[in-house]
């Protein structure tokens, strides 16, 4: 099991903020308790694009230094994309394949 951190730098108030999301929810909350962010943070797959935290980037060290993996925000996109349509999120790389050949796919059956 894997927790993962990606690169996004979005503004929220005086904080900067990225995205931290795991192989599982039960990881995903492990980390988040391990690192000092409060469950209230959780955003739910039901409301969201998957389950996750968006963390400040001072958290985002804490995770890294507790092993989490650092991802681009497009390797997170791509694996909640995949979440979503296979229910895992695979690694990184096999989940940014599987993004692209997914569009490359549709782009084929939009010119046919």
Same mark, same amino acid.
């Given at each position: 099991m894997t927790v993962y951190v990606d690169d996004m730098r979005a503004p929220y108030g005086r904080m900067i903020m990225c995205h931290m999301l795991a192989d *599982?929810?039960?990881e995903l909350h492990a980390m988040a308790a391990r690192i000092g962010v409060a469950r209230r943070w959780w955003? *739910?797959?039901?409301?969201?694009?998957g389950s996750h935290y968006d963390i400040a980037? *001072?958290? !985002? &060290?804490?995770?890294? %230094?507790? %092993? &989490?993996?650092?991802?681009?925000? !497009?390797? &997170? *996109?791509?694996?909640?994309a995949r979440r979503r349509s296979e229910g895992a999120l695979g690694s990184p790389e096999e989940a940014s394949q599987w993004l692209n050949a997914r569009h490359a796919t549709r782009q084929t059956e939009a010119t046919t």
């Open positions: *599982s929810d039960e955003q *739910s797959p039901q409301k969201t694009s980037l *001072s958290k !985002r &060290a804490l995770a890294v %230094g507790h %092993g &989490a993996v650092e991802i681009t925000w !497009r390797q &997170a *996109s791509a694996m909640n």
